[in-house]
T-cell receptor, first 111, second 114 residues
Framework: GENVEQHPSTLSVQEGDSAVIKCTYS??????FPWYKQELGKRPQLIID?????GEKKDQRIAVTLNKTAKHFSLHITETQPEDSAVYFC??????????FGPGTSLSVIP | DVKVTQSSRYLVKRTGEKVFLECVQD?????MFWYRQDPGLGLRLIYF???????EKGDIPEGYSVSREKKERFSLILESASTNQTSMYLC?????????????FGPGTRLTVT
């Protein structure tokens, strides 16, 4: 089955710096890659996603890139703010009904 | 707004008890999921259902069962709770839209088995 790895497990950045989280997946059939953000004590929420026919997608300060050949995808957050502090999960979808999540990255943005 | 609710935020049960966790969504979503969340392990899929009375095993189904008698409700059952099932349990729902779809999560149930 699909396996998703995610690095780093923890990340601290100064406010205003960029943060990058990297994920790899194993199933070449996966074609949908969402990213979820979970703030402390809250439920995970989708922040951005990318499909296999697109190499890059951007939404304000957040961007995702996908390299299907290498089976890896990344989340880039620019101009980080304290409210970006959260746990971020990448995921890969091997079929239209479920996604497999990575172990998560705890991001701390230091004011 | 999609609303996914779970029957309890916190639950304390004893070893060997039968435990029911319930999830209800109000958006007529076909797919529903149960995950457990443990530090460093992310969200691990226990079971999911893509239709009423249909269920499929996820990555860690051992010790769990599920029931989906109505489209809006998906129940997770621990037949005989054990201490290693102490965890945060998250329910989610989604609606198919081709390849991939956003999952909407409930607030979670923190289960402690003593």
């Amino acid at each position: 089955g699909e396996n998703v790895e995610q690095h780093p497990s923890t990340l601290s950045v100064q406010e205003g710096d960029s943060a990058v989280i990297k994920c790899t997946y194993s199933d070449s059939a996966s074609n949908y890659f969402p990213w979820y953000k979970q703030e402390l004590g809250k439920r995970p929420q989708l922040i951005i996603d990318i499909r296999s026919n697109v190499g890059e997608k951007k939404d304000q300060r957040i961007a995702v890139t996908l390299n299907k050949t290498a089976k890896h995808f990344s989340l880039h957050i620019t101009e980080t703010q304290p409210e970006d502090s959260a746990v971020y999960f990448c995921a890969a979808s091997p079929d239209s009904r479920k996604v497999i999540f990575g172990p998560g990255t705890s991001l701390s943005v230091i004011p | 707004d999609v609303k996914v609710t779970q029957s309890s935020r916190y639950l304390v049960k004893r070893t060997g008890e039968k435990v029911f966790l319930e999830c209800v969504q109000d958006m007529d979503h076909e797919n529903m999921f149960w995950y457990r969340q443990d530090p460093g392990l992310g969200l691990r899929l226990i079971y999911f259902s893509y239709d009423v009375k249909m269920k499929e095993k996820g990555d860690i189904p051992e010790g769990y069962s599920v029931s989906r008698e109505k489209k809006e409700r998906f129940s997770l059952i621990l037949e005989s709770a054990s201490t290693n099932q102490t965890s945060m349990y998250l329910c989610a729902s989604s609606s198919p839209s081709g390849t991939g779809d956003e999952q909407y999560f409930g607030p979670g149930t923190r289960l402690t088995v003593t």
